[in-house]
């Protein structure tokens, strides 16, 4: 970060975590600056890294993905190349939405959306049950979800 982020890039990054296609001049009038200024502020927070990229959020259920869950799973054994191994069957796995490494009695938790309960079954006996050194997986399906944001918290900005 090349200097300290002011209410107004707070503003801004606020906007554009509600909605990503907004430009210069949609932001000039929510936020209370120029054009000019707010388009500057926006480059500069991507330039920054502040702002990642920006995404569509495509509706799952309109896409035929009914199953999301929380696999939580354990390896056979903790070594650079299993980890490895691991991570390289996560980014060619396209129903792995997201995969946490975590403390704790577990190795990673994955965050999983496939089309119905045949294709999930299929997902955990076929893919991930045979995937690199796989000791055990537990499942978690999504019945409700009562809160899903992309919003990160501004408030702990320094």
């Not at 949609?26 to 702002?51: A, F, K, T, Y």
């Not at 299993?82 to 980014?91: L, P």
Request: aromatic share 6%; glycine share 4%.
């Amino acid at each position: 970060m090349s200097e300290k982020l002011d209410l107004f890039d707070r503003r801004i990054l606020a906007v554009l975590q509600r909605d990503g296609s907004i430009g210069p001049a949609e932001m000039s009038e929510i936020v209370h600056l120029s054009p000019s200024q707010c388009s500057r502020r926006m480059q500069r927070l991507r330039q920054d890294g502040l702002i990642r990229k920006t995404v569509a959020l495509v509706d799952r259920e309109s896409i035929n993905l009914g199953i999301v869950a929380l696999v939580l799973v354990r390896l056979v054994a903790h070594s650079s190349h299993n980890e490895q191994a691991f991570r390289d069957w996560i980014e060619r796995t396209p129903e792995v939405l997201s995969c946490h490494y975590v403390a704790g009695d577990l190795d990673f938790i994955l965050h999983v959306a496939t089309k119905d309960l045949a294709s999930y079954e299929n997902f955990i006996t076929n893919a991930l049950v045979k995937a690199a050194n796989v000791a055990s997986c537990r499942s978690n399906i999504i019945l409700k979800t009562l809160k899903e944001t992309t919003e990160l918290p501004l408030s702990f900005i320094a």
